[in-house]
């Protein structure tokens, strides 16, 4: 994404310490990245919601003048193709509608980040190296953790899931690396539980090579993560949508399976187990 506007984002906000606010804004920016050179403070405040001072200190926290320097400088690094703007919102469509377009344009944004597969391939390396794999998953983010694990064990000789905190948390990681483990997967999504932040910094102090599924590259667990990849999440409904990290999870899958030579062998022997057993209905 380096030649993308959201990638040139993404490498001016880096070095900077970002409260939480800022994340936020920073988020949104990335999320408009062709829209935001030609946002005035408020309307990026209101995308953003946050309120338009936050703006303007944000701007000044990058190095700038304000919130008009800051646009300057987007205007002229932008590429032509985005001049005059981005896609209209859709119109005539009831709550839910918006909800399912917002989403499908969150996959859209990951389909661009996957232009360049490097992370993933990195990631999939990563996580088929370690023997056992740790995957954690605490509260909202759980169930992308479980299904994660529950598609590896198929093709990975040793998953272990890590979807309750709790004192046990750092034992289960201890155990791990006892066992050789290098890697752990975290899948980590609003709001971020304390717990995982405090798990990923145990886990790197113990040797472990941290890879994390975030909903932003900002994101509070990016500072204990050596590689994270950002999916975004839907926040149109009450309780947030994650169409897109699940996505990436099973993207991970895919490149992490690449990494493994018997993975092919080892979901044949389900196969023919499972049709032996008459596990699944046809």
């Not at 479980?146 to 598609?151: P, S």
């Not at 905190?165 to 201890?174: A, E, F, N, Q, S």
């Not at 399976?257 to 499972?274: G, I, N, S, T, V």
């Amino acid at each position: 994404m380096s030649d993308s506007p959201a990638g040139r984002l993404q490498a001016l906000f880096e070095g900077h310490r970002l409260t939480p606010t800022q994340r936020r804004i920073a988020h949104c920016m990335v999320r408009r990245a062709a829209d935001v050179p030609f946002l005035s403070s408020v309307e990026l405040a209101e995308l953003a919601g946050v309120s338009q001072p936050s703006v303007t200190r944000f701007a000044v926290a990058l190095g700038f003048d304000g919130y008009p320097a800051l646009r300057r400088h987007l205007r002229e690094v932008a590429p032509p193709e985005a001049a005059g703007g981005g896609e209209e919102e859709p119109a005539g469509h009831n709550e839910y509608q918006q909800a399912v377009l917002a989403e499908i344009e969150n996959l859209r944004h990951l389909a661009g980040l996957l232009a360049d597969p490097a992370p993933v391939e990195r990631a999939g390396r990563l996580l088929a190296r370690s023997r056992p794999l740790l995957v954690l998953g605490l509260r909202a983010a759980s169930s992308q953790a479980r299904g994660f694990a529950y598609f590896a064990a198929k093709v990975h000789p040793d998953v272990r899931l890590l979807d309750e905190g709790g004192t046990m948390l750092t034992d289960r990681v201890d155990a791990a690396v006892r066992a050789g483990a290098t890697a752990l997967l975290c899948f980590a999504l609003p709001r971020h539980p304390r717990e995982v932040v405090e798990a990923l910094e145990y886990a790197r102090a113990a040797g472990l090579t941290v890879v994390t599924v975030a909903e932003s590259a900002f994101a509070p667990v990016a500072a204990h993560s050596d590689l994270l990849i950002p999916a975004a999440v839907g926040t149109a409904l009450a309780f947030d949508t994650a169409c897109a990290p699940m996505m990436l999870g099973r993207v991970l899958l895919e490149a992490m399976a690449d990494e493994l030579p018997d993975a092919q062998a080892r979901l044949e022997e389900f196969d023919a187990k499972a049709a032996a057993r008459g596990l699944f209905v046809e």
